[in-house]
């Protein structure tokens, strides 16, 4: 069976075409494309036309592909960005025409639950304890799968993210110190609402990160080019290079960001909040599992994944 899955996110639209083998999906093409389809939409309340028509461009390549590889089945949802805005209809039925489905708008409990089955295709099934943290552009996902006995895993879905927090306080280039600290205690709510049993005794925790965002910390970190994300599955980095990664990242002028080959320059006007969230990410997991300092796995897969899991029958 023949799969495709795509995750049309607040920043970044994902597309996913897979085969089923006995046990697993071998990738067959996986793109990630920076749409914005999330611009203004925390202010507004709406979809901007560009950020739509940008999306319908992407989405039209898209389904050339799906078509181009005899897709089997395909499913595609929207996440945090389509569910804040109003009058998407004229959007889904474009974007149906593009692809040959209708995009579901999901919650974000859903969006959580996916994030990680896909996460931690390849990584380790059954950790425990673990949480995977989903940096996207509208919200941030927190799943934890704290003990074996209990099979529901714990998501919350915290309308922080890199997108959302940029539009909302940054004004000026690069991001003054009350900007950033204004990013920080946005965070620092957001994580208040997050309540979790607690902790096994002594347990050492699985932390997972996934989605662009964290790859894009993690290439900075280890001194990689972006066309090097891929790879880095699997892959770790501590907090002290989450750190100096978003410390030095917010020290730049927009301009210089884009001209690092480790970011995508159409994320470099949102990869300093982004960065501040792992930071709190890992801060916040550190006082959670009373550990001094944490270590980040890194996952270039999510949503997408987990969708194309479920449709091969495999999740």
Known sequence: MRVAAIDIGTNSVLLLIAEQSATELVPLVDRATITRLGQG????????PDAVERTLSCLARYGEEIRRHTVDRVDAVGTSAMRDAVGTD???????????????????????????????????????????????GGSTEIIANLAHERPDLEAFSLNIGSVRLTERHVRTDPPAHAELEAIRAD?????????????????????????????????LALNLDAHDAPSLHGAKIGRKEVEEVAARVASLPLARRRQLQAIDPARADVIVAGSMIVEELLRWSEEFFGQSSSELTISGRGVRWGLALQLAGLA
């Open 41 to 48: 939409v925390d202010r507004t309340g709406a979809l901007s």
């Open 90 to 136: 004229t959007f889904l039925a474009q974007a149906r025409h593009l692809i040959g489905t209708t995009p579901r708008v999901i919650s974000g409990e859903e969006e959580a639950a996916l994030s990680f089955q896909g996460a931690m295709a390849g990584i380790s099934a059954n950790a425990c304890p673990c949480i995977v943290f989903d940096v996207g």
């Open 187 to 219: 965070i620092r709510a957001a994580l208040t609402s997050v309540h979790l049993p607690s902790p096994p005794r002594d347990s050492q925790p699985l932390l997972v990160g996934v989605a662009g965002t964290v790859t894009t910390i993690a290439t």
